[in-house]
């Protein structure tokens, strides 16, 4: 119960195309939902996250998706840029606890 | 205000040598979580905790890995005996007192590497 799935594993997208990722999830106690956006050698940093009690949350290009009722999230990254090439992660955890890990998706942006 | 800080960064240990990984919070956090990843794997979640208290060690090996976050000081997460199968990132993150928030502030990470 506690597995975040995430598709694709890997993604490439032309320059000002946007980039899809999603992410499932089995544990209905979840209530926070934060994408973190990894590029290599460095570590993890915030991107944009959610509460179930919202459906949609947009920061610049970046928008959260949320579908409570099918335990899914999911990031829309609009006009994607080739700097947005990173590895993308999903992630969900219960009242401030540990997080739980999607495995990650590759983004590459082409110019 | 600065960042969560590790170190060191890289870290290089010969099998069945101990390895020690600090972590400093970010100024104000009170909560800690070491995750570790390994090669072209997710992060995974090992110890969660607070001043001189361990919160949740559920994602900690139960033989060689310990960790503790003292009254004063940084946060130590110590492997004793390294194989090689310990290679990996070792990741810090902090967040504030409760309930603030639960974002989690990620350091730059601890790359361990056993000979």
């Known amino acids: 119960q506690q597995q975040v799935k995430q598709s694709p594993q890997s993604l490439i997208v032309q320059k000002g195309g946007i980039s899809i990722i999603n992410c499932a999830y089995e544990?209905?106690?979840?209530?926070?939902f934060p994408w973190y956006q990894q590029f290599p050698g460095k570590g993890p940093a915030l991107l944009i996250a959610?509460?179930?009690?919202?459906s949609e949350k947009k920061e610049g290009r970046f928008t959260i998706s949320f579908n409570k009722s099918a335990k899914q999230f999911s990031l829309h990254i609009m006009d994607s840029q080739p700097g947005d090439s990173a590895t993308y992660f999903c992630?969900?955890?219960?009242?401030?606890?540990?997080?739980?890990f999607g495995e990650g998706t590759q983004l590459t942006v082409n110019p | 205000n600065a960042g969560v800080m590790q170190n060191p960064r890289h870290l290089v240990r010969r099998r069945g040598q101990e390895a020690r990984l600090r972590c400093s919070p970010m100024k104000g956090h009170s909560h800690v979580y070491w995750y570790r990843q390994l090669p072209e794997e997710g992060l995974k979640f090992m110890v969660y905790?607070?001043?001189?208290?361990?919160?949740?060690e559920s994602g900690m090996p139960k033989e060689r890995f310990s960790a503790e976050f003292p009254k004063e000081g940084p946060s130590i997460l110590r492997i004793q005996q390294v194989v090689r199968g310990d290679s990996a990132a070792y990741f810090c993150?902090?967040?504030?007192?409760?309930?603030?928030?639960?974002?989690?502030?990620f350091g730059p990470g601890t790359r361990l590497t056993v000979l």
């Open positions: 544990n209905t106690a979840f209530d926070y």
């Open positions: 992630a969900a955890s219960r009242s401030g606890s540990r997080l739980t």
């Open positions: 993150a902090s967040s504030p007192w409760r309930p603030m928030g639960d974002t989690q502030y």
């Open positions: 905790l607070q001043k001189e208290n361990i919160i949740d």
């Open positions: 959610i509460r179930p009690d919202v």
